[in-house]
């Protein structure tokens, strides 16, 4: 009694391979065919470069935020003082530190004094905003202590001022050269408020990444900052770090508890939600629309198939009459069709990995053809294009080619399988 083969046997790989090889004379592949294989890789390679690039730059943002700011902020709402004045300053932040690092998840708190302020080297003048801090907490700054990227010698910091690298170079200073800070809101006399000028040696020059803090951010002392912004004795604010930033909301609750009355938080998320989410809906419409693009160019496949099947309407016949199932000519067909999409979808996804892996030289050469500029720090924030390759990345991208390429496959393979052998010999 005869047995119907198993589904894809090794004759129906036969037949499609045959029929891949063939040449256009004799039926065989089209260009078209051709042209959706080249679609595919390239839409995949599209795909994968994006998402790379997309959490690539997110991951390289969010770094520069949680290495060189603040995880939480935390803050003291206006009271009314003597003068009649609102005072927001931290009499008590030693004590408010210590209460802070006893929350579970908090691994640093630093008290800091801030102020907006002038730097003057010669003719060159530049605002920044000045950080007053503690130099072993200054050193606890990934992304500010770094060696690498800093110059000079950070353990020098309690004798003069830290600058970063887009304020040194806006105001042409070196370590050794002498900078002056000006404050409008100085030494108070009976004619009013003189404006408040300091000279402090540069030790130590710092790239966080970012360039928004590189141009506008310097550390002084703290004790020389509470000094020079009038703040003896208190702070303005304590900054936090925390184990996991993510879940820095979660923390919130037992932060508020520990800060005690007219506590306020400020977290990183705050700071940066509206560019996050602004990022996170664009990386969304980005996925759409190159997915309609593998689309475009699975639909392809279909023109080639139906082009495929067309020239071997004989063979179809043929091999109906040699008592070839519907379901075997189905599946030869779809053998046909799939490979393409297969075998774009590799080539796409070693391009892709290839573009994610080198893409600084890749982008060094575009920015050469380009004539340079291509990458304006000042407004992407960042230094360069980063790109970081992620499993699941790959696989969506993976996925959503081969799902799209088999499904369209289907129909042109169904139309051959349901062809009328009497038909297909008729004229024969």
């Not at 803090?213 to 303005?236: K, M, W």
């Not at 790959?394 to 042109?412: D, K, N, R, Y």
Request: with cysteine; charged share 20%.
């Amino acid at each position: 009694m005869a047995t119907n083969p198993p589904p894809f046997a090794a004759f129906e790989w036969m037949i499609a391979w045959r029929y891949l090889r063939a040449r256009r004379a004799e039926g065989g592949v089209s260009v078209m065919t051709w042209i959706s294989l080249v679609g595919i890789t390239l839409a995949v390679f599209a795909l994968i470069a994006t998402l790379a690039v997309r959490s690539g730059f997110r991951a390289e943002f969010v770094d520069t935020i949680l290495g060189a700011n603040a995880h939480v902020t935390v803050y003291k709402s206006g009271a009314v003082n003597a003068q009649g004045q609102i005072d927001r300053t931290i009499s008590d932040y030693q004590e408010l530190a210590l209460r802070l690092a006893d929350v579970d998840g908090v691994i640093r708190t630093a008290p800091l004094v801030k102020g907006q302020v002038m730097a003057n080297l010669r003719s060159r003048n530049a605002g920044v905003e000045v950080f007053g801090i503690h130099q072993e907490n200054l050193k606890e700054l990934p992304r500010i202590a770094n060696p690498e990227t800093g110059r000079g010698n950070i353990d020098d910091f309690g004798n003069g001022i830290a600058i970063g690298s887009g304020v040194a170079r806006e105001l042409g200073a070196v370590v050794g050269d002498k900078i002056k800070i000006i404050s409008p809101n100085g030494v108070k006399t009976a004619f009013g408020t003189s404006p408040r000028i300091n000279a402090y040696e540069v030790v130590y020059v710092f790239s966080a990444g970012r360039y928004d803090i590189d141009r506008t951010r310097v550390y002084l002392p703290f004790a020389e900052a509470q000094s020079f912004f009038n703040r003896d004795g208190v702070a303005d604010e304590i900054e936090v770090m925390v184990t996991e930033p993510d879940a820095v909301d979660d923390m919130a609750l037992d932060l508020l508890r520990a800060g005690g009355e007219r506590t306020l938080l400020w977290t990183w998320r705050d700071a940066s939600g509206g560019f996050l989410r602004a990022l996170e809906v664009e990386d969304n419409v980005m996925f759409i629309i190159l997915s309609i693009l593998v689309l475009i160019a699975a639909m392809n496949i279909v023109s080639g198939l139906i082009m495929l099947v067309k020239n071997k309407g004989r063979d179809i016949g043929i091999l109906r009459t040699m008592g070839l199932t519907e379901g075997s000519v189905l599946r030869v067909f779809f053998i046909c069709g799939a490979f393409t999409g297969v075998l774009g979808t590799v080539l796409g996804v070693a391009l892709g990995c290839l573009f994610a892996i080198y893409i600084d030289p890749v982008f060094s050469f575009v920015n050469m053809v380009m004539g340079g500029g291509v990458w304006d720090p000042s407004i992407r924030g960042i230094y360069h294009l980063p790109a970081k390759l992620e499993l699941a990345d790959v696989m969506s991208a993976v996925m959503l080619s081969l799902g799209l390429s088999f499904v369209v496959t289907i129909f042109p393979a169904r139309r051959a399988a349901r062809m009328n052998p009497v038909e297909a010999l008729r004229y024969e």
